[in-house]
T-cell receptor, first 112, second 114 residues
Framework: QKEVEQDPGPLSVPEGAIVSLNCTYS??????FMWYRQYSRKGPELLMY????GNKEDGRFTAQVDKSSKYISLFIRDSQPSDSATYLC????????????FGTGTRLKVLA | DAGITQSPRHKVTETGTPVTLRCHQT?????MYWYRQDPGHGLRLIHY???????DKGEVSDGYSVSRSKTEDFLLTLESATSSQTSVYFC?????????????FGPGTRLTVT
C-alpha cells in the first residue's frame, strides 16, 4: 500500500462547479500538507500549505485536513477552464524534512 | 518564476551511456532536489542537497549520483542509463528565508533511454 493515495481521474466538471480533490494517507505522523498544481508539460507550483488539522482558505481554494480520518481535500469554487491541470497532494512528518511524499496526482478538466 | 532552469530540456540517449542533467538557480536557495515523475508513481525524490557538497539519498537513488560544487548548480548523473530511467526529471529548490516547505520546481527534462 502506498503511503499516499490519490485518485488519478480524469475528473471532468462544467465551468462554475465546485470541485473536490482528495488524498488519503497511512502515516499518522504526517503533519504538513500541501497541494500543488501542475499544468501539462510544466513543473508543479505550490497552491496551498496546511499544518495539522483544519481548514485554510485562499481565494477560490480551500484546503481541509482531517487527521483522524487521514484524509485531506482541496476544494475549488467557481471552477474555471484555466483550473484544468493535474493536482498533486504532498505531505511530510516534520517541517524541517526535505522528504515530502507526493500523491500521483488527479487530472482535472473544467469544461467551458 | 523562481529563477530555476534545467538543461537539457529533452534528451534521447542509448542504454549504457552516462547522462548528466543540470539544474541552475539564481535565487540563492539552500536546498535543491531532483525528482522523477512517472505515470502511476507521481513525484519521487532521487537525491537532495542541503548545502554545497552536502547531499543525501532520496527514495529512488539507485543508478543516480549527484554533485553540488556551488550554490547555484545541482547536477544529476545517470551513471549507465537504462530504459527504466526513461522519465521526466524535475529539479526543485527551497529554503530561502528559512522556508523549506515551499519548493519551486523547474520546467523539467524529458529523458528517453532507448
Amino acid at each position: 500500500q502506498k503511503e499516499v493515495e490519490q485518485d488519478p481521474g480524469p475528473l471532468s466538471v462544467p465551468e462554475g462547479a465546485i470541485v473536490s480533490l482528495n488524498c488519503t494517507y497511512s502515516n499518522s505522523a504526517f503533519q504538513y500538507f500541501m497541494w500543488y498544481r501542475q499544468y501539462s508539460r510544466k513543473g508543479p507550483e505550490l497552491l496551498m500549505y496546511t499544518y495539522s488539522s483544519g481548514n485554510k482558505e485562499d481565494g477560490r481554494f480551500t484546503a481541509q485536513v482531517d487527521k483522524s480520518s487521514k484524509y485531506i481535500s482541496l476544494f475549488i469554487r467557481d471552477s474555471q477552464p484555466s483550473d484544468s491541470a493535474t493536482y498533486l497532494c504532498a505531505m511530510s512528518a516534520t517541517s524541517g524534512t526535505y522528504k515530502y511524499i507526493f500523491g500521483t496526482g488527479t487530472r482535472l478538466k473544467v469544461l467551458a | 518564476d523562481a529563477g530555476i532552469t534545467q538543461s537539457p530540456r529533452h534528451k534521447v540517449t542509448e542504454t549504457g551511456t552516462p547522462v548528466t542533467l543540470r539544474c541552475h538557480q539564481t535565487e540563492n536557495h539552500r536546498y535543491m532536489y531532483w525528482y522523477r515523475q512517472d505515470p502511476g508513481h507521481g513525484l519521487r525524490l532521487i537525491h537532495y542537497s542541503y548545502g554545497v557538497k552536502d547531499t543525501d539519498k532520496g527514495e529512488v537513488s539507485d543508478g543516480y549520483s549527484v554533485s553540488r560544487s556551488k550554490t547555484e548548480d545541482f547536477l544529476l548523473t545517470l551513471e549507465s542509463a537504462t530504459s527504466s530511467q526513461t522519465s521526466v526529471y524535475f529539479c526543485a529548490i527551497s529554503g530561502r528565508g528559512g522556508v523549506t516547505y515551499e519548493q519551486y520546481f523547474g520546467p523539467g527534462t524529458r529523458l528517453t533511454v532507448t
